[in-house]
């Protein structure tokens, strides 16, 4: 477990909890992110609990209902979303905007984002577009998180793979397209990834007029990039 600060008493009894009645061992992540509040992940040592600390510091009550969210199915989310829509609007935080690199070696974000988000909306959006980090991919990979959104920073990052000729600016293109989405449409109170996209969601991706075509194309050539890794 790693706690964090303050939070580290709160957090040693989430554990304590977990572990009375989950059926395999669960380890607590305290983080500080204030959109993704809790989100569960499953390996082979377990389950791994990742819990902002804007949960904890609701006390024990708390607990109780993020055990229950973690265990209990369907029947756990309702309580978690009271939780959430309960929550005091968190502080501003005064964070250094990153660092945005929007012009790769082959594509340039920042004029993809401004035609998608024309073509879409009618106008252009002040969200900042970066390319993510370099970071080696493993040879065992199948997937990548080709784009990201920060609602805090309002920025989209997107993976680096996909800086290279294979990759068709079209396909660039609906990838920003539906991180905008996220902008526009919000990211949803519902903790994980599965719950960031809601039927309407769903509905305004399927608009984009290249929406067949990506998805057939990150089925057919982006597993034959991902065994390539990243250029250059």
């Given amino acids: 477990m790693r706690p964090a600060g303050t939070s580290m008493g709160l957090a040693v009894e989430l554990e304590r909890r977990l572990a009375v ?4 061992p669960a380890r607590v992540v305290v983080t500080r992110n204030r959109v993704r509040l809790v989100s569960v992940r499953r390996d082979r040592s377990g389950l791994e609990v990742r819990v902002s600390q804007r949960i904890l510091e609701q006390g024990l009550d708390a607990l109780d209902v993020v055990v229950g969210f973690v265990l209990d199915g369907p029947g756990g989310r309702a309580p978690m979303r009271a939780l959430i829509n309960g929550l005091p609007a968190p502080e501003s935080a005064h964070r250094r905007q990153p660092r945005l690199r929007p012009r790769g070696r082959t594509h340039d974000l920042q004029a993809l984002l401004q ?8 106008e252009a959006t002040t969200v900042g577009v970066t390319w993510g980090l370099r970071r080696r991919m ?14 805090e920073q309002q920025t989209i ?3 680096p793979l996909l800086d290279q000729p294979a990759v068709p600016a079209w396909f660039v293109g609906f990838v920003l397209y539906h991180e905008l989405l996220h902008h526009r449409l919000g990211m949803g109170v519902e903790p994980g990834a599965r719950y960031r996209h809601p039927p309407a969601f769903r509905r305004a991706e399927r608009l984009h007029p290249r929406f067949e075509d990506a998805q057939d194309w990150e089925k057919s050539v982006l597993p034959r990039l991902m065994r390539r890794g990243l250029p250059w």
């Fill in 21 to 24: 009645r989950a059926p395999e």
């Fill in 157 to 159: 990052r997107i993976h």
């Fill in 138 to 151: 493993r040879r065992s990979q199948r997937s990548i998180r080709l784009g990201s959104y920060t609602a």
């Fill in 115 to 122: 035609e998608e988000s024309t073509r879409a909306f009618g």
